[in-house]
């Protein structure tokens, strides 16, 4: 995703070595203070569901691993979600 939207990120992000690597990214969200972390979300959240009117449709979409079959020519079986929040 990082790479490509790395135009749009940089609108507010500088990236002077490009996207950082999922390493990167795993090391900064376990320096993070669980409870910190989520009042600040919430209260980001909070602020923008004034922005947006309506209800907001949260959408999850995974694939199950090993679920497909290519001598029967089948697809891996996907599974979505969508609810209201």
Do not use: M
């Amino acid at each position: 995703f990082g790479e490509a939207k790395q135009e749009w990120l940089e609108q507010f992000l500088a990236l002077p070595n490009g996207i950082p690597s999922h390493d990167t990214f795993g090391r900064v969200f376990g320096l993070l203070d669980p409870e910190g972390f989520e009042r600040c979300f919430r209260a980001w959240v909070e602020s923008i569901r004034t922005v947006i009117p309506g209800e907001v449709v949260a959408i999850d979409g995974k694939q199950l691993r090993h679920s497909y079959d290519r001598g029967k020519g089948l697809a891996p079986l996907h599974l979505v979600t969508a609810w209201a929040s």
